[in-house]
């Protein structure tokens, strides 16, 4: 059976990470992963000047997976370098709760563990539910599922995951399963300057989500019309087109 890598950024005990392991037993041997605690929005750090503590932890008094004190691109490090045999044929990263559509690539966890896979030359897919509050795990795991045999037949480009985001429906209410652009959404961001009990100052930052391109074939707006995003997500972030101007500048001083 094919060895399956799942991990997270919502941490071990997040409900996601629990539908997908479920989901995935009946593709290969799945082996989890992921932060002691919750590590959303962290991006790809890694932890460089402190210790990485790793336990067993058990679910349903069985056990489960193993956690780890550091990032998501942490536990797939150790995770592939210490606590397995040999490298899996697949990460799957999720059920991440939110979208990461658009920039939110950027930020996510979840896609950065995915990338720490594709770094490592193993193939990779992240999974989100487009939703904080909504924990229906159910279609979001079938779609990991179907995605992770697929990916496991026909393979993946070098230095390319798969980023899918699942709208928070049932299953009747999804319409289909798209290929998609990454959009150029980002939050128009503001600070709430609030006071501690010592009436020293502090900030909390909130956002409303901005949708800043609206074709068709975008991953925000595929989403919003009740249909599965699947966009394939390089880490190389080269303008290429721009380094022949580039070429021609002065750029010694």
């Given at each position: 059976?094919?060895?399956?890598?799942?991990?997270?950024?919502?941490?071990?005990?997040?409900?996601?990470?629990?539908?997908?392991?479920?989901?995935?037993?009946?593709?290969?041997?799945?082996?989890?992963?992921?932060?002691?605690?919750?590590?959303?929005?962290?991006?790809?750090?890694?932890?460089?000047?402190?210790?990485?503590?790793?336990?067993e932890?058990?679910?349903?008094?069985v056990?489960?997976?193993?956690?780890?004190?550091?990032?998501?691109?942490?536990?797939?490090?150790?995770?592939v370098?210490?606590?397995?045999?040999?490298?899996?044929?697949?990460?799957?990263?999720?059920?991440?709760?939110?979208?990461?559509?658009?920039?939110?690539?950027?930020?996510?966890?979840?896609?950065?563990?995915?990338?720490?896979?594709?770094?490592?030359?193993?193939?990779?897919?992240?999974?989100?539910?487009v939703?904080?509050?909504?924990?229906?795990?159910?279609?979001?795991?079938k779609?990991?599922?179907?995605?992770?045999?697929?990916?496991?037949?026909?393979?993946?480009?070098?230095r390319?995951?798969?980023?899918?985001?699942?709208?928070?429906?049932?299953?009747?209410?999804i319409?289909?399963?798209?290929?998609?652009?990454?959009?150029?959404?980002?939050?128009?961001?503001?600070?709430?300057?609030?006071?501690?009990?010592?009436?020293?100052?502090?900030?909390?930052?909130?956002?409303?989500?901005?949708?800043?391109?609206?074709?068709?074939?975008?991953d925000?707006?595929?989403?919003?019309?009740?249909?599965v995003?699947?966009?394939?997500?390089q880490?190389?972030?080269?303008?290429?087109?721009?380094?022949?101007?580039?070429?021609?500048?002065k750029?010694?001083?």
């Amino acid at each position: 059976m094919p060895s399956i890598l799942v991990v997270n950024d919502d941490g071990i005990y997040a409900p996601g990470i629990k539908a997908l392991a479920g989901a995935l037993r009946s593709v290969g041997e799945v082996t989890v992963v992921a932060p002691l605690a919750e590590r959303s929005a962290i991006g790809h750090a890694i932890t460089v000047y402190d210790p990485l503590r790793v336990v067993e932890i058990e679910r349903d008094s069985v056990f489960f997976g193993h956690a780890v004190s550091g990032t998501p691109a942490d536990c797939v490090k150790i995770a592939v370098k210490c606590l397995m045999e040999e490298p899996p044929d697949i990460i799957v990263s999720g059920i991440n709760q939110g979208s990461n559509t658009a920039t939110n690539v950027i930020y996510s966890g979840t896609v950065s563990a995915a990338a720490e896979g594709v770094i490592l030359g193993i193939p990779a897919i992240a999974v989100s539910l487009v939703s904080f509050e909504k924990k229906n795990f159910g279609y979001a795991a079938k779609v990991a599922r179907h995605l992770t045999r697929l990916v496991l037949e026909k393979g993946l480009p070098p230095r390319t995951l798969l980023n899918v985001n699942v709208p928070p429906l049932a299953e009747e209410e999804i319409e289909d399963v798209l290929p998609a652009r990454q959009g150029e959404g980002r939050y128009e961001e503001r600070f709430d300057k609030r006071f501690d009990p010592q009436n020293r100052p502090y900030y909390w930052m909130a956002g409303k989500r901005m949708i800043l391109d609206s074709a068709d074939d975008v991953d925000d707006v595929i989403v919003m019309h009740n249909k599965v995003s699947v966009t394939p997500i390089q880490y190389d972030l080269t303008h290429h087109e721009f380094l022949k101007e580039l070429a021609t500048w002065k750029l010694k001083p």
